[in-house]
């Protein structure tokens, strides 16, 4: 029975269920009995294992296609009427021929299945910052899964009232045909199609497809940001905490800042570290104060579990530990349990693994690691956030959380320092728009390869990427109080490839300075790049092997590579296209200036 007499809703339904034919549609209305019905029906069928409720209550493991185990970034297109308005760094097909293309695919592909109807909300329900979606979905796991990731029920439908304006979601398992798997974003009709695909970040479509590609489009439509962004907040021991909003490409250390567990020197002193968002931070000026808020629009983690451990990540660890559903990890029969590469070093001798195979440890390859490891590399937890141990108290704020710093980084051997500050918004959308990783595993080509990924939002942004860029800079002038703009690199590394800065908690140090520097409590010297620390500014007390003299060799510019890098940015720019910024461009000239000089 719907759950709404919303016309628009209904009608599209309608629309949809016709096309792809299920036997039947069931409503999610968030109910807890709903859900455990949905568990028990998935176990039946072999779609959910249920984990040992002793050891890990309420807690579920799934295993995708092997074809089928991570975002497809070649499958994924933006289709938007004009070619140009997608821009050259996304993936473009016009509206109509992909409408067209994927109605083929769509036809009959619930038949003989349920269609789930998932009303969700973005954010807290009734906030100034909530988006409301509907994803019409075959598949229990992306259910349940929504259930965890989103705040879904009744209650968005009734904040959507008689509106027409929610994001149109439609999502089938179809025939789970690589060849035929397309994941396709109509930012000009609020609307999102995946089809052939069982993977989280391909079927979530809450996640990366709304909360990144199309509010990304929305946000430069009605003046606000939609960023890949962690939210954490610090807080002094007087009780005072600040917040700071941070973007990192894959495999920088991105959940591991969001969860930071502060270095037992600032433990003593009565510093605590909360978590707002791991992933997604969705900003807009507050009229009050003219400062910018930040809210997570999730109410989950979709984490990686393989790295995640005691040490890496305790607070992810026993966030996972309740109520969670694991994606393509091992499977422990001896305590029906999970594993998986960094977990510990006690690799279950009796499992299978995430390819539904008997698992033998003593064959593990790292150079072969998706066919000889238990977990798969990009094998997830989806947890919520409640379970969080460290979450801010803030995170169901619906007015957000005020930000100080926003912090870029990236993973640099030797060109960019440990921290530097920008000298202005400008500048400081600048510094994001040149962000950069190079390649560190043999497994992803030649290492040491530049990757420019802007603001980390390289496979996210929702259109033209030097529009984007545009946008960045027109929020500067809407800003009254902008927080500063900041750049960091845990990466750099000596003559023997070893990592100087220690990382982790460790991490801390350098936010400290930073949140500093947007307090006027320390001064900065000016650089041909920004301000850099002085170097007795960085706390490095009760740090072993880290002097005075590492952080000066951190904190040093190399101009040489820096005009090596200058040439890779034009270059990218070139690639970005004629959209790109007039001010980006002077801001880059007057680098390579000030380099020279």
């Not at 994924?76 to 097909?93: A, L, R, S, V, Y």
């Not at 941070?246 to 502060?262: E, H, Q, V």
């Not at 991490?507 to 041909?528: F, H, Q, S």
Request: hydrophobic content about 40%; aromatic content about 10%.
């Amino acid at each position: 029975m719907a759950l709404t007499s919303n016309k628009f809703v209904l009608d599209w339904i309608d629309e949809m269920a016709a096309m792809t034919k299920p036997d039947d549609i069931v409503w999610i209305d968030g109910s807890e009995e709903q859900a455990e019905a949905l568990r028990k029906q998935a176990c039946s069928t072999g779609e959910l294992i249920k984990l040992n409720e002793e050891l890990l209550p309420n807690c579920y493991l799934h295993r995708t296609a092997v074809n089928d185990v991570a975002r497809v970034e070649d499958r994924t297109f933006i289709c938007t009427t004009k070619k140009e308005d997608t821009g050259n760094i996304n993936n473009w097909m016009d509206p109509k021929e992909c409408y067209s293309k994927l109605t083929k695919l769509f036809t009959g592909s619930m038949s003989g299945r349920t269609m789930y109807v998932i009303p969700y909300s973005m954010s807290i329900v009734g906030s100034p910052f909530a988006k409301y979606g509907i994803e019409l979905t075959d598949s229990i796991y992306v259910v349940l899964n929504m259930l965890i990731m989103t705040r879904v029920g009744t209650d968005v439908l009734e904040a959507l009232g008689d509106s027409g304006d929610f994001i149109k979601g439609l999502h089938s398992k179809a025939q789970l045909d690589a060849e035929n798997r397309y994941i396709c974003h109509f930012p000009e009709d609020n609307t999102i199609w995946s089809v052939n695909s069982g993977y989280g970040g391909n079927v979530l479509l809450g996640k990366k497809c709304f909360a990144l590609r199309i509010a990304s489009y929305l946000g430069r439509k009605e003046g606000w940001m939609a960023e890949h962004m962690l939210i954490l907040g610090v807080e002094y021991p007087d009780g005072d905490t600040k917040y700071i909003c941070a973007a990192f490409p894959s495999a920088c250390g991105k959940t591991n800042l969001a969860m930071l567990i502060p270095p037992e020197y600032y433990r003593n002193k009565g510093y605590k570290v909360w978590t707002v968002g791991d992933d997604i931070a969705w900003l807009r000026v507050n009229p009050e104060d003219g400062k910018l808020y930040a809210v997570n629009p999730e109410n989950g983690f979709f984490g990686v579990a393989p790295g995640t451990n005691e040490k890496s990540n305790p607070n992810a660890l026993h966030t996972t530990t309740k109520d969670t559903i694991f994606t393509n990890v091992c499977h422990n029969l001896d305590n029906n349990t999970v594993w998986w590469e960094g977990l510990d070093n006690n690799p279950p001798t009796n499992a299978i693994n995430w390819k539904g195979e008997v698992w033998d440890y003593r064959k593990y390859d790292k150079a072969d690691k998706v066919n000889t490891s238990g977990a798969h590399p990009n094998s997830r937890f989806t947890a919520k956030a409640t379970n969080c141990p460290c979450l801010s108290k803030e995170f169901n704020n619906p007015a957000g959380v005020p930000i100080s710093a926003i912090v870029f980084g990236g993973r640099r051997a030797k060109t960019a320092p440990l921290v530097y500050q920008s000298t202005s918004w400008q500048n400081g959308s600048f510094v994001g728009s040149i962000m950069a990783s190079e390649t560190t595993a043999a497994a992803a080509g030649a290492v040491g390869v530049v990757r420019r990924d802007p603001m980390a939002m390289r496979p996210f942004v929702g259109y033209n990427m030097g529009d984007y860029f545009a946008h960045w800079l027109s929020m500067g002038n809407m800003i009254p109080n902008p927080p500063k703009i900041f750049h960091v690199n845990w990466f750099r590394t000596d003559n023997e490839g070893n990592f100087i800065w220690p990382g982790f908690g460790d991490n801390m140090r350098v936010l400290m300075w930073i949140l500093d520097r947007c307090a006027g409590k320390v001064d900065a010297e000016i650089t041909p790049i920004g301000y850099i620390p002085k170097a007795e500014d960085i706390c490095i007390e009760g740090l072993d092997g880290v002097t005075i003299d590492t952080i000066r060799d951190l904190l040093t510019v190399d101009k040489a590579s820096w005009l090596e890098d200058v040439e890779n940015i034009k270059s990218f720019y070139k690639q970005v296209g004629d959209r790109v910024p007039q001010a980006m461009y002077d801001e880059l000239a007057a680098l390579e200036a000030r380099l020279k000089a």
